[in-house]
């Protein structure tokens, strides 16, 4: 289809009066070819300002993409979250002077993503999270979900790797997922993925060995959990190490499990998989530390960054901090988030038969954890992966991943809102968002 | 592709679709529930008592033939076997989520597969595993942790392309170590009813598009999941009557005289009849030809194999 520009002005007010506005000109919005939900909207003002756009599938609109950082007269903004197939709307605010003035609304509709989604059955309501998540099983790549459960961004991974993880970078344009494999041997052309919202530029880094999970640092900096072999007792044992990939692309090796522990000394369950087997990662940009998971240490390990020390860990084999008496134990978790005072933990086997998240609380010289809360569904059983996050408010997000769920329990152990799979279909990790861009 | 901006005031409006009535009056063949073929699917997956808790060993050899009753070579069309634990259903739950294509993956609790290579049709449970875990049969494969549904599939992707279903059933005192299993024609038992359906009728002259947003009920009267559309087929059957596409309702690919599909998108649920094409890549150009015109919404990963949505077209001048 031929591109056509608007030749048409737009009119700006601010609220319903006739205050003087921007006017918007050669306003031209185009729908990706690559990922056919995503819409790029360019239009010109006779005069700098600081711009953004609001739009959506209803008449509230209800996304905005951020503001632009710098005012300018020439305006460039990529539309993501919305649903596929559907005729959407959008307008333009431009703040002026301090004055939000708004333009009249466009339509634009979005076209289909791929037919090998699986289909998701919503129950519930009143959500209002954004969801960046893999789908594994009958379809693998990454996914955003809307608040209402509804695939609104997609590219499917054609490289037979899995994805684990996915997140929208720092740069606000574009997202970042991992592809390897935890299934058997890690794979060598696994690679860390940067795509643009609109799919049409993909930039792969690759990282031979790369395990589940990995964090963007403000600074740009990449960090993945690696695959590390050395030689124990004559044969290669698998443990694990932290590679940071700076934004030049040099890569790193910045603390490794063999020089926190001895294997002759420290031992994890399940070593037909490994010694270590780490599998989730989280950095705390305050501390300037990261928080590992070990799946086969059932320990969650805080490590320091510049030093690469273990300085303390919860749980299992290596951990430090006691968890108190009547408190549960988790056993081969998954990802974990810290809170104020506390972790929540998704644990996958220390329930027995049903995976369930736990929440502990530390005491002042954190020495011991205490349980504080737990939600469990005893239906379900999370094998591998698996996620919760703690939101403003209380409620908590439980993604089960290839327990094909992700739910919203409230404090009560209510679960308000879930999305299932169908049978076949399962979520890698899932990062939870306020809106479908970047957030600090 | 892209889109010419449209400046809306005020509020969005929709183009009008003030034509005029009959089937001329617009492109859009807008299809509702009243337009659905009806049937019902009932599958009996035969159960295969096994060892509790021990190995067993699995031989499709007898596979010759698949849910559909059409051929199958066991040495060279099975591309996968899976094995999904369900902790809560029975195996009538199964059959019933099955047929109507409304299992869930937090039904199950457990899944193990085995990819054949070099031919091969047999596989012990010790031999199946996922994303590296192994099937730890002493403690995952007993009868008291579920019900543990067979798969015997063409393709690799969950639910597309299943030949076969089986039950497995360990069972406390059973000694059976070794499963043959059948071959899967008769396993699905159809009753379908196309000749209570009423014609939609189409313009001869194009253009169409089919728009099936309206749909909330599949053939079978349950609560359609319109995500599961992946194709749209359309067909001539020259010679043929209703009655005979019923006999061959399984058959409908191979039997029609012309046939044209195109992919459904996720979500999508409108679609130009000239973007569907036949065999030879020929774009679909217009009602030519006596006989029956079929339009199918079919569901390629949906257990089972009956189409979503189906329908007769019947151009008129």
Same mark, same amino acid.
Do not use: F, H, Y
């Given at each position: 289809m031929t591109p056509v520009r608007a030749l048409l002005l737009a009119f700006l007010a601010p609220g319903c009066d006739g205050t003087p506005s921007v006017p918007v000109t050669d306003l031209e919005s185009v729908v990706s070819e690559v990922v056919p939900t995503v819409v790029t909207v360019t239009w010109a003002t006779s005069e700098a300002v600081v711009a953004r756009v609001e739009y959506g599938?209803?008449?509230?609109?209800?996304i905005a993409t951020p503001w632009e950082e710098e005012a300018t007269t020439s305006h460039h903004a990529v539309l993501v979250g919305l649903p596929a197939a559907t005729e959407c709307a959008f307008r333009v605010v431009h703040d002026v002077d301090g004055e939000e003035q708004v333009s009249d609304r466009f339509a634009v509709t979005t076209g289909a993503l791929g037919a090998e989604l699986p289909t998701l059955t919503v129950t519930g309501g009143n959500n209002d999270t954004w969801h960046w998540v893999p789908f594994l099983g009958g379809a693998y790549g990454p996914a955003l979900l809307d608040p209402e459960g509804r695939v609104t961004w997609w590219l499917p991974e054609n490289s037979g790797l899995d994805v684990y993880r996915v997140r929208p970078a720092l740069d606000g344009a574009s997202i970042f997922f991992n592809a390897g494999s935890v299934s058997g041997d890690p794979a060598d052309d696994s690679a860390l993925v940067r795509v643009s919202f609109d799919g049409t530029r993909v930039e792969r880094i690759p990282v031979p060995l790369l395990a589940h999970d990995f964090v963007e640092m403000d600074d740009g900096t990449l960090a993945a959990i690696v695959v590390e072999y050395r030689d124990f007792e004559g044969e290669p044992l698998r443990g694990d190490s932290i590679v940071e990939i700076a934004p030049d692309g040099t890569q790193t090796v910045v603390w490794s499990a063999w020089d926190c522990w001895d294997p002759a000394e420290v031992k994890g369950t399940d070593p037909q998989y490994g010694w270590t087997f780490a599998n989730a990662l989280d950095w705390a940009p305050d501390e300037d530390a990261y928080y590992l998971g070990s799946r086969n240490f059932s320990s969650i390990v805080r490590i320091d960054r510049a030093s690469g020390a273990c300085d303390w860990a919860l749980g299992g084999v290596v951990g430090t901090v006691d968890i108190a008496a009547g408190s549960g134990r988790f056993l081969h978790q998954h990802q974990f988030e810290f809170t104020e005072d506390g972790v929540l933990v998704f644990d996958n086997d220390g329930g027995g038969s049903a995976s369930r998240v736990l929440e502990y609380r530390f005491d002042a010289d954190r020495t011991t954890a205490t349980e504080t809360w737990r939600y469990t569904d005893p239906d379900l059983h999370t094998f591998v992966l698996g996620e919760p996050r703690r939101l403003e408010g209380g409620d908590t997000i439980v993604d089960w991943s290839v327990g094909g769920r992700i739910e919203r329990v409230d404090p009560a152990g209510v679960s308000t809102w879930r999305v299932s799979t169908e049978l076949g279909y399962a979520f890698g990790f899932d990062t939870v968002l306020s809106s479908p861009f970047h957030q600090p | 592709m892209r889109l010419n901006p449209t400046l809306v005031f005020l509020a969005l409006s929709s183009a009008c679709d003030d034509a005029g009535d009959g089937p001329c009056a617009t492109d859009t063949i807008t299809l509702v529930d009243a337009d659905n073929f009806s049937f019902t699917g009932l599958l009996d997956v035969p159960p295969y008592p096994t060892v509790d808790g021990a190995d067993v060993e699995i031989f499709w050899d007898g596979v010759t033939d698949d849910i559909r009753c059409h051929e199958v070579d066991p040495t060279a069309d099975v591309a996968n076997v899976g094995i999904v634990r369900f902790p809560h259903l029975t195996e009538e739950d199964i059959e019933a989520g099955l047929a109507t294509n409304h %299992? %869930?993956?937090? @039904? *199950?609790d457990g899944y193990v597969e085995f990819r054949p290579q070099d031919g091969g049709t047999s596989a012990l449970l010790s031999e199946f595993s996922f994303f590296g875990t192994a099937f730890d049969l002493a403690e995952d494969y007993l009868s008291t942790r579920g019900s543990y549904l067979l798969l015997v599939s063409s393709t690799t992707t969950p639910g597309v392309g299943a030949l076969v279903l089986a039950f497995l059933a360990p069972t406390?005192? +059973?000694? *059976? @170590? +070794?499963v043959h299993l059948d071959p899967g024609c008769g396993v699905l038992d159809l009753e379908v009813d196309l000749a209570s359906i009423e014609p939609v009728p189409v313009c001869r002259t194009g253009p169409w598009t089919a728009d099936w947003s309206a749909l909330t009920l599949d053939g079978q009267g349950n609560e359609i999941a319109l995500d599961g559309v992946d194709s749209l087929m359309l067909g001539l059957y020259e010679d043929a009557t209703v009655a005979d596409l019923e006999e061959g309702f399984l058959d409908l690919e191979t039997n029609a005289t012309h046939l044209w599909t195109a992919p459904v998108g996720s979500s999508q649920t409108s679609l130009h009849l000239a973007d569907t094409t036949d065999l030879e890549g020929q774009a679909f150009e217009g009602f030519e030809g006596q006989g029956l015109w079929l339009l199918a919404l079919r569901c390629s990963r949906c257990y089972n194999p009956a189409p979503l949505f189906l329908t007769f077209l019947e151009p008129v001048e």
């Open positions: 599938p209803s008449e509230d609109l209800g | %299992l %869930l993956m937090s @039904d *199950q406390v005192g +059973e000694t *059976q @170590d +070794e």
